[in-house]
């Protein structure tokens, strides 16, 4: 029932993961390093370096047990209600974290606060909410491990801490210091006032040791897997716009189904135009599509990315929007390729009607980096450079990459899973081969391009110029929280084309 060791990072998140740990950023003499080492990596070097300000002792965020990527098998009649008490219980961290914020004045005049007023009552709702979870799933005859209830306490993490799913990483003694979570960086909220004097940043992030020189990072992307004989080839590219016509919402069909608001951040939408949080497959067929081919009706989505330069969106008093601390001017991508590719090792079957994937993790930086799969770079630097936890400094003339593969390895089964993960899986990175039980599908990748303000690390710690993804508050808008969604569906025949125009070789569009 723990994390799915099947899934492997596709080889881009991996090097790029491992790569960063050797970073030393020049510009303010800033220093950073990336604590989210992988498994197979030495945990035992001591990092140090110029952060941000903040008080050493404050904390910055809260770290809560992801409870989803532990139900890995909730009945499908249970579903439903599980997936409700889910979205609550996410309510209920972004609710603790809120107040965590604007409470700053009461932290430091009570010690004590912190434990009292926030985290204590937060076990407490949490601890009602998964007993809620467990008599779903028992009520139609489920079984629930003992350990579920262990999952309703939370940690805090304070400025040189980090946690993961709820550990502390003290690997050799090394200060976790992941440039994210110092509250000071000029626009942290004080007594519930927002100071906005860092381009309009709500006070949970991004700080100045989340961006990187792109120009000073040295390469760090791998080779692809050699072609083996049965090896498929082709590519099948869909045109389906950017998001022009501003197609939003914080709601997320996937995982939390008939929940407003239930990803606490707001999407761009291409492709499938209607998609909200209580569409249906069937609502889906009757969707419409932004696509150019008009058999393609799959559903595309992503986190916006917002440029904190004090604009006021139109949503700075809405869920998802400033009252979920997601503040700025939605940025629309400048290009939005969306393509098909195969595998190195073996034909690809069509995928199935109403086939749901989730890439990456919205809650990687207090889950860890187990189902982390960001990418971020620069036009001219993408065959060079990817970053996993940093968001990208690009030169002048180079503007911002966000690219994502999704898993491509399929049980040939399920459309979903209850943690929407098992029922996919990663191809191993250095054969290309799918898991045993696994077929290889179509593999979905995407890379949006956007033009934002060069950002400028200050002095004083401050960034000029922030550029953030929307996320879950007390994620801190971390750019290794970064992911994409997808719900294939298609009309005339289209899955099989696209599988079979890559199994044989050819570039169609």
Known sequence: MGRNTRKRRTPLATKAIAASAAL????????????????????????????????????????????????????????????????????????????????????????????????????????ATIDRIRIDIQRVGGSVNGWLS???????????????????????????????????????????????????QGGDGPAAADFVDITKVAPNVQGKPQNQQNASTGTFITRCGVNANQNHNSDNVIVAPGVTNGAHHVHDYVGN?????????????????????????SAYYWPVIREQDGTQEKDANADGGGKDLNVGKILVAQQAQIKYVGSPASKVVAMPQFLRIITGDAKAFVNGPGNANAHW????????????????????GSQVVRSFA??????????????????????????????????????????????????VVQADGTVKNAYAVDGFPEELHKPITDHDDFISVTTGGLANKIANCINSGRRCA
Not at 387 to 396: A, F, G, R, S
Request: with cysteine.
């Open 406 to 455: 999704f898993q491509s390895c399929w049980d040939g089964v399920n459309i979903d899973s209850a943690n929407h993960r098992t029922h996919v899986a990663f191809a191993d990175p250095a054969s290309g081969v799918c898991p045993n039980g696994f077929k290889a599908i179509p593999q979905l990748t995407m890379r949006l391009v956007y033009n934002v303000p060069q950002p």
């Open 150 to 200: 262990q999952l309703a306490a939370c940690t805090t993490q304070t400025a040189n801490q980090t946690t993961a799913g709820g550990q502390q990483q003290n690997n050799g003694g090394q200060q976790q210091n992941n440039g994210g979570q110092q509250q000071n960086n000029g626009g942290q909220q004080q007594g519930g006032q927002q100071q906005g004097n860092n381009g309009g």
């Open 24 to 127: 030393a950023l020049g510009g303010g003499g800033l220093i950073w390093a990336n604590f989210y080492a992988s498994a197979h990596e030495s945990n035992n070097q001591t990092w140090g370096g110029n952060q941000t300000k903040a008080a050493t002792a404050q904390v910055a965020t809260i770290s809560c047990p992801d409870v989803q990527q532990k139900l890995t098998n909730v009945p499908w009649r249970a579903r439903q209600g599980v997936a409700t008490e889910l979205a609550n219980l996410d309510k209920q961290i972004t609710e603790a974290y809120t107040r965590l914020a604007s409470t700053r004045d009461a932290q430091s005049k009570d010690p004590s606060f912190v434990q009292n007023a926030i985290v204590g009552p937060l076990k407490d709702k949490r601890a």
């Open 377 to 396: 770079s620069c036009t001219g630097f993408e065959n060079k450079v990817q970053l996993t936890d940093k968001y990208p400094i690009c030169p002048q």
């Open 273 to 297: 135009q209607k998609v909200n949080a209580f569409s249906s497959n069937q609502t889906f067929l009757q969707g419409g599509t932004s696509c150019q081919n008009r058999n393609d009706l």
